[in-house]
């Protein structure tokens, strides 16, 4: 390990919310936090950046929440826009 990041830089490294990561991390999906004393964790920078690099060369492996299709067939806004995109598209 080269270097540990606390979560201020883990937040400017990684262009997700707090809940997003600590969602991820519960699931396995994210690089797990480690105790620098009894109140401050951190992570390795690593990992993380390993983590990104991941992502980035394989978009595929993003599971999807398949609710969301189902959310947004229900919202008035989403399908709306779907109209007009669709009328813009026909022009």
Do not use: C
């Amino acid at each position: 390990m080269k270097a540990a990041v606390r979560k201020t830089k883990l937040l400017s490294m990684v262009p997700l919310s707090e809940y997003a990561i600590d969602k991820l991390e519960k699931a396995g999906d994210f690089p797990k936090r480690f105790p620098l004393t009894s109140r401050v964790v951190a992570w390795d920078q690593e990992e993380v950046e390993a983590w990104l690099d991941a992502r980035k060369q394989n978009p595929e492996m993003i599971e999807r929440d398949p609710s969301l299709a189902a959310k947004n067939a229900s919202n008035p806004n989403h399908l709306k826009a779907q109209l007009r995109a669709e009328q813009r598209a026909g022009m």
